[in-house]
């Protein structure tokens, strides 16, 4: 089976140059990949591409609004639809019926804690929704849900299965996915090591923190850039090598 791609038409700064990405699997059961946020366009595309054929389900790979906000406008069209895992929740490792196949669901949090991909095994394609996107990083949304030591965990789990595609909720097919999945790895614990030689030369704050690892950055950025190290800092606190009071960050054990 061969997923469509329906781009939400939702271009900017924040969702990319081309938006949303939404996948249409074709078939006995018609399922999207992620609802965009329901521009009109996007659902004329999805009606046109099911030429009369009824949707069938929605697959959220995450709640948050750029992924989830057409859903209305999706249930209007097609009062029928099966949304999950709001209607039905998601096993981990479970089997969806999916166009003329199969998706496994496979359970990624950290860019959210209820991040979930879908795995089609024999074209061993996989919906990664916000997992990763070629040509750039995933926001870790620490004050949001993000967990850096679950997304690298996610981020290892999903090199074990070896995809041959991501098809992202963002940018372009990835077609080289261990690579972008190693180098993804190798970038955090590069910043990692860049938070605690920050700490050793004494700052305390994640702003600090930000002046001394990012060189240039722009205003805007800053925001991102203060989640990221902040994700760093509660990773290496849970890990016990970092400790916290009253906003201030150190290196050191936790007292006992
Ligand atoms: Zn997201």
Known sequence: MSPLLLRAHNASDWTGPT??????LRGRT????????????????????LAGTMLAVVLVTHGHPDHVGGLPAIRERWPSVRVRPASEPFVDGGSIDAGD??????????????????????????FCGDLARAGGTIVIPARRGGD????????????????????????????????????YLEHRAARERQVVAALEAGRTTPDQIVDEVYADLAPALRGAAAESVLAHLLKLKDEGSVVEAG??????????
């Open 19 to 24: 938006g949303n990405n939404t996948w249409l």
């Open 247 to 256: 906003g201030l960050w150190a290196l050191g054990e936790p007292k006992a």
């Open 30 to 49: 018609p399922v999207l990949v992620d609802a965009g946020v329901g521009e009109a366009r996007h659902i004329r595309d999805i009606a046109a591409a």
């Open 101 to 126: 196949g199969a998706l496994r669901a496979i359970h990624t949090p950290g860019h959210a804690p209820d991040h979930w991909c879908f795995f089609d095994e024999e074209s061993r394609d996989l």
């Open 148 to 183: 850096l030591r679950e997304y690298l965990a996610s981020l290892e789990r999903i090199l074990g299965l070896a995809p041959r595609r991501l098809l992202p909720g963002h940018g372009p097919i990835v077609e080289d996915p261990s690579g972008l999945l190693r180098e």
